[in-house]
């Protein structure tokens, strides 16, 4: 039946575009592109003004990757603990999910993407790198649907948690591999010092 393709919808003002676009130009200058073109509102608009040459940079990557190590850690030590009182640790998963696929993101396209659904952050982080591809089976075995179970613990709600010993295994094993992706690419990578060399300074 031929190709199938995935969108991800991003959504910025023109204004949000020029006034950003010095940051995130590595991204933009691929995708706005005249053959690329489907529709306009205005033919005088004026033309955005890409900067040449131009050297993307990994701004403020370290909190980013700090936000999401510290997350995995306390996801980690709640996930870890002996009495099974797993209380708050869907939130916290969601929210390194999120803090993970922002990061990738960033790692990958020097874009920072606004908080998205799970689902669109993930095929981000599939058009950043298609090689993230090889945790997808991980997401296909947890049991329910990971996008939706993600994008409804973004919200806060006053409740008991009910979640069993072998779901909090499946997230933690989720986090732990996704978590050393990110240092991988960040630490290995050389794109931010370590969190060792910090403490020795």
Excluded at 57 to 71: E, G, I, P, R, T
Excluded at 106 to 128: D, I
């Amino acid at each position: 039946m031929g190709n199938q393709y995935d969108f991800v919808l991003l959504s910025h003002s023109r204004y949000w575009i020029q006034n950003n676009l010095y940051q995130y130009q590595h991204l933009f200058s691929g995708i706005i592109q005249d053959q690329n073109l489907i529709w306009s509102s205005a033919p005088y608009h004026p033309d955005l003004h890409w900067e040449v040459p131009f050297e993307p940079s990994h701004a403020d990557l370290y909190f980013h990757y700090k936000a999401a190590k510290n997350v995995a850690l306390q996801f980690f030590a709640i996930a870890g603990n002996p009495k099974q009182n797993y209380q708050g640790l869907d939130y916290l998963f969601a929210l390194f999910f999120l803090s993970f696929c922002r990061t990738y993101i960033f790692v990958k396209t020097y874009y920072l993407p606004h908080y998205l659904t799970a689902q669109s952050l993930w095929q981000l982080c599939s058009y950043a790198d298609p090689d993230i591809r090889k945790y997808h089976y991980l997401l296909e075995q947890f049991p329910t649907d990971i996008f939706l179970y993600t994008d409804k613990h973004m919200s806060l709600h006053h409740k008991l948690s009910k979640l069993s010993k072998e779901q909090v295994s499946q997230m933690n094993l989720i986090v732990e591999k996704l978590i050393f992706e990110l240092h991988h690419l960040v630490i290995e990578g050389k794109l931010i010092y370590s969190d060792k060399d910090e403490e020795e300074e």
